[in-house]
């Protein structure tokens, strides 16, 4: 099945500083979705983003799907940007959505 | 307000007994999933059904079962037969196929006492 490889895997950064967090996939794919998990366990929906480049606020994403990787900015981070951020993939001919193990970010005040 | 709404959010299990948690969502989605994940680690599918009355297993569905007799509702039993079942349970729904975008509810907390 496609693997999903995040990097890195731990990060710990000062408030407002920015991050890019990296997704690497090992086929191609028509489902590309970035999810952040809080302390609380929800996992939000940040972006689908099989290929192009979207933006929400502080945050963006970038897919380069003949490159097989994503990558999640977030910009001026705040301590709420902490938690574990997903990548998730469905390659084609497949109906399931595959989970890296996620990137976990620790927000310094 | 539309979403997808899981019940309990903390379940106790005494060996050997099965429990059911509850998945209803509103988006009038025709797919939905359940996951499981467990500390420190990534989601796995446990079953996933893309239509009413029909569902297949994911790629670790021994000891769990399912049914999806209404489009709104995909309840999941933890069986006794599942040997380790303290992990925290998501479900999640799609409009159409797995390559539409996945809502996921809050999820439900299992422990066994």
């Known amino acids: 099945g496609i693997q999903v490889e995040q990097s890195p895997p731990d990060l710990i950064l000062q408030e407002g500083a920015n991050s890019t967090l990296r997704c690497n996939f090992s086929d191609s794919v028509n489902n590309l979705q970035w999810f952040h998990q809080n302390p609380w366990g929800q996992l939000i929906n940040l972006f689908y983003?099989?290929?192009g480049t979207k933006q929400n606020g502080r945050l963006s994403a970038t897919t380069v799907a003949t490159e097989r990787y994503s990558l999640l900015y977030i910009s001026s981070s705040q301590t709420t940007d902490s938690g574990v951020y997903f990548c998730a993939v469905v390659g084609f001919g497949n109906e399931k959505l595959t989970f890296g193990t996620g990137t976990r970010l620790t927000i310094i005040p | 307000d539309g979403g997808i709404t899981q019940s309990p959010k903390y379940l106790f299990r005494k060996e050997g007994q099965n429990v059911t948690l509850s998945c209803e969502q509103n988006?009038?989605?025709?797919?939905m999933y359940w996951y499981r994940q467990d500390p420190g680690q990534g989601l796995r599918l446990i079953y996933y059904?893309?239509?009413?009355?029909?569902?297949q297993k994911g790629d670790i569905a021994e000891g769990y079962s399912v049914s999806r007799e209404k489009k709104e509702s995909f309840p999941l039993t933890v069986t006794s037969a599942q040997k380790n079942p303290t992990a925290f349970y998501l479900c999640?729904?799609?409009?159409?196929?797995?390559?539409?975008?996945?809502?996921f509810g809050d999820g439900t907390r299992l422990s066994i006492l």
């Open positions: 059904s893309q239509i009413v009355n029909d569902f």
């Open positions: 983003i099989p290929s």
């Open positions: 999640a729904s799609s409009a159409d196929r797995s390559y539409q975008p996945q809502h």
């Open positions: 988006l009038n989605h025709d797919a």
